[in-house]
């Protein structure tokens, strides 16, 4: 790592407030209709970003549907605590995947790198269905959005190797006045 990242990491906050958006239709209906549901992918976000000290502000559950993911999107970054958005699902490439077109207009600034580190990272672990991952991060208003796939193992790799290791460092820069 250079010496400019070390120290742009050392100065970033280390300790941030996460709004976590689940994207999936089946549960979305199973919680309207009162039912139970398992979320296995959101508790493993949410207790792991608690386990490192983080804050989770807020959890919903909105379907495959652009408008309600745009609403969820808008209400995180009004909350002016919350520094970074995780979106999980709605990434793949079947029609009913809106989530990574629905966000990315919304991103003032796309980290292009994100995505592609997501897709090496899971070529080493499963080959070339890799490709057909989806992942994007950018930043708006000052926050960290995070776009990932909604499967457990995802989420692992997106938390363990990406997101924790560099969220502060991303909020430290969208932070900074032009």
């Known amino acids: 790592m250079s010496q400019s990242s070390r ?3 050392a100065e970033a906050p280390t300790q941030l407030s996460f709004t976590v958006i ?3 239709t089946s549960r979305f209906a199973r919680l309207k209709n009162g ?3 398992d979320d296995p992918s959101g508790d493993l976000i949410v207790q ?3 386990s490192f000290g983080h804050e989770v502000a ?3 559950i909105v379907p495959d549907n652009e408008n309600l993911i745009k609403e969820a999107l808008e209400e995180a970054l009004q909350n002016e605590n919350v520094l970074v958005v995780v979106i999980c699902g709605g990434t793949g490439i079947a029609p009913k995947d809106v989530t990574i077109e629905t966000i990315t207009p919304k991103l003032k600034k796309i980290l292009p790198g994100f995505g592609e580190l997501f897709r090496k990272l899971s070529y080493d672990r499963m080959g070339s269905a890799a490709m057909l ?4 991060a950018g930043t708006v208003n000052g926050k960290a959005v995070f776009c990932i796939p909604g499967s457990i193992d995802a ?3 997106c938390l363990d190797k990406l997101i924790l290791p560099e969220a502060g460092h991303v909020v430290k ?3 900074e006045k032009p």
């Not at 991952?133 to 994007?136: G, P, Q, T």
């Open 22 to 24: 689940m994207c999936s």
């Open 173 to 175: 820069h969208a932070r």
């Open 58 to 60: 807020s959890r919903v």
């Open 155 to 157: 989420v692992r790799l």
């Open 7 to 9: 120290r742009h990491k």
């Open 133 to 136: 991952s989806r992942a994007v």
């Open 35 to 37: 039912k139970r549901i």
């Open 48 to 50: 792991t970003l608690k």
